[in-house]
């Protein structure tokens, strides 16, 4: 088996597992999985398939158990639409590593970390304002929308410079020489 493709099995297998165990809302790794893709991965198709595809393994059995309740819909959800937020906010996730690939670390955790919380805070929160019934569709209505997610911003922001730190670290310093050998 290639390791570029055992690797990126491994990645997304840890990415879901992470989204799968009980942890406070929206502090996992995805979003660090999707700004260091972009940063470490060779492979253009890679940095989108790994953080994306763990996002979907995950979204699949969340909206089947435990989200169920929030769907009006019976049988079994593949996609729902706030589901296009998030996902769009996680490809230019990655986007925004490739454009920080050459920056210094301090850049990539830092600059990476908080600009990819506040792109993800304000796409998703625009997706529920646009997309859910609960705000009106006027200014106001967006900003209370956007109220409403500030708590979970803290959550995004301390997950993605957590995470990011760690990732960034450990293949700068640590598995450098590894990587190097799965890009070969």
């Given at each position: 088996m290639n390791k570029r493709v055992a690797l990126a099995g491994i990645l997304i297998c840890l990415g879901a597992i992470f989204r799968l165990i009980p942890h406070p809302h929206n502090f996992t790794?995805?979003?660090?999985?999707?700004?260091v893709g972009g940063l470490?991965?060779?492979?253009?198709?890679l940095a989108?398939?790994?953080?994306?595809?763990?996002?979907?393994?995950?979204d699949l059995v969340l909206n089947n158990t435990i989200n169920k309740v929030f769907f009006d819909e019976t049988g079994f959800i593949v996609w729902a639409d706030f589901m296009t937020y998030t996902y769009l906010a996680m490809g230019l996730t990655v986007l925004l590593g490739f454009y920080?690939?050459?920056k210094s670390m301090t850049a990539k955790?830092?600059?990476?970390?908080?600009?990819?919380?506040?792109m993800f805070f304000l796409i998703t929160n625009f997706g529920a304002w646009l997309g859910s019934g609960l705000y009106p569709k006027n200014f106001g209505g967006l900003l209370t929308c956007l109220g409403?997610?500030?708590?979970?911003?803290?959550?995004?922001?301390?997950?993605?410079?957590?995470?990011t730190?760690?990732?960034?670290?450990?293949?700068?310093?640590?598995?450098?020489n590894v990587l190097e050998s799965v890009e070969a």
């Open positions: 790794p995805i979003g660090a999985m999707a700004l470490y991965i060779g492979s253009k198709y989108f398939a790994i953080p994306l595809v763990s996002l979907f393994i995950s920080l690939s050459k955790i830092i600059g990476g970390g908080l600009f990819a919380s506040v409403a997610g500030v708590p979970f911003f803290s959550k995004t922001l301390l997950s993605n410079f957590l995470f730190s760690i990732f960034v670290v450990s293949i700068e310093g640590v598995f450098r």
